[in-house]
């Protein structure tokens, strides 16, 4: 079996969703394209189809490159002809149908059994291509495509819901807030959540080291609820409680939160370490206590699952799909979102536990992310996935 897999560009090898999934597939027979926008020299994992290049500012280069990527298209007349024809039923300009012919052209070339877009946003404007081509398609969804997308574009998948043949959700959370979006009940779908290495698993001992370290990884989005830790922490520090807290990551907010922590009073206790590789993000892990993820949605988040796995006790919000990432009081701790004084109430008592009591919820937390979201797991239900449609 043939599967396209649509990405902005090839996965990094600490992406372990999309890596698993495709030597998974790999190992099981199946035959796996990346069709992408961008291409790494160093990715060899499998075949890498990349889209042609968009010259929006050298008429010259784009009439040559759009010459040659039309010739190509031509070889493949009937599946051109097809997309065209349901790219007009569908009511698009011809401006914008020659622009999808274009930016497709590497997907209506191949040979698939499925077209699998990564994200749903990925999908748009691409939602005819699988039928064009004689294949199925399947979606992906992330907490950016549901949660933050749709309010800026407004029925912006009506055409991918009518089109999908499979769905699949990182969370309930996801699969519930698509169906309100419009998704079909009738539409066959599959929850697979996340997994992570098992060799990140560590017999780690809680010990409330001074200062206490906690840490979050997440990109400097108002999404992760950043913001609000930062107020709860203010509250910590108001009662003369000692921690170090870093903040793994870079995005737009990184200004607004440097001048929150100097509003806040935090900057001896706060440090914005920027972007780090993978393997820095694992080794400064090991240093904290206590990971947190006060985030107003997430489709589920990796990294807290990495964190459990890793030993630290985990403080999550419960926004989106993190309270069926953490069990509250059982593997860690859920605490409502955008309430700075619940967070700061629930970490001063994270303080006044036992080290037993610590201890025995780490090692909940590590055994169930070992049992219920390990990549063994994972790459077999994306067989299934594949194999069985209407599962």
């Known amino acids: 079996m043939k599967i396209g897999l649509v990405l902005a560009k090839p996965p990094g090898y600490s992406e372990t969703f999309f890596i698993s999934k495709i030597k998974g597939l790999q190992n099981h027979g199946f035959r796996v394209t990346l069709f992408v926008q961008n291409k ?3 990715f060899n994992l499998c075949d890498v189809k990349v889209a042609p290049k968009v010259y929006n500012r050298n008429l010259i280069m784009l009439l040559g490159n759009g010459l040659i990527v039309f010739l190509k298209l031509f070889l493949k007349f009937n599946r051109s002809l097809k997309f065209f ?5 569908y009511g698009r300009s011809n401006k914008q149908l020659l622009k999808n012919l274009y930016n497709n052209s590497h997907l209506l070339r191949a040979n698939l059994d499925w077209v699998h877009f990564g994200f749903a946003t990925f999908a748009i404007e691409s939602e005819h291509v ?15 495509d549901l949660d933050v997308y749709p309010l800026k574009h407004l029925g912006c998948y009506q ?43 560590v017999d780690k001992q809680i010990v409330k080291s001074k200062p206490l370290r906690f840490v979050t990884v997440a990109r400097l989005h108002w999404i992760k609820g950043i913001q609000a830790t930062l107020e709860a922490l203010a509250l910590l520090k108001a009662k003369h409680i000692d921690f170090k807290y870093q903040i793994i990551g870079d995005g737009p907010e990184y200004e607004a939160l440097k001048f ?17 590789s993978h393997q820095k993000n694992l080794k400064e892990l090991a240093k904290a206590d206590v990971y947190i993820q006060y ?26 799909g993190l309270p069926e990432n953490v069990i509250h009081e059982r593997t860690g701790w859920v605490v409502p979102k955008g309430r700075p004084k619940l967070l700061a109430t629930c970490l001063e008592s994270i303080l006044q536990k036992p080290e037993g009591d610590l ?4 090692q909940r937390a590590k055994t169930r992310v070992l049992q219920d979201f390990n990549l ?16």
């Open 85 to 89: 024809k349901l790219e007009k039923q």
């Open 295 to 320: 985030s107003y949605s997430e489709g589920f988040c990796n990294a807290v699952l990495e964190a459990q796995a890793m030993g630290l006790l985990c403080v999550v919000s419960d926004g989106g």
């Open 376 to 391: 063994n797991s994972q790459q077999h239900s994306f067989r299934n996935f594949y194999e069985v449609p209407n599962s």
């Open 159 to 201: 055409l991918l819901w009518q089109q999908v043949d499979k769905a699949h959700s990182i969370s309930n959370y996801l699969l519930q807030k698509a169906y309100t979006l419009g998704l079909p009940k009738d539409v066959p779908c599959q929850i697979i959540r996340p997994a992570v290495d098992l060799s990140l698993a």
């Open 40 to 42: 790494e020299a160093d």
């Open 260 to 276: 929150a922590i100097h509003q806040l009073e935090l900057s001896e206790h706060v440090a914005l370490v920027g972007k780090l």
């Open 359 to 362: 201890n025995t919820i780490r």
């Open 130 to 144: 699988a039928k064009a081509i004689r294949a199925k398609m399947s979606v992906s969804f992330r907490g950016f």
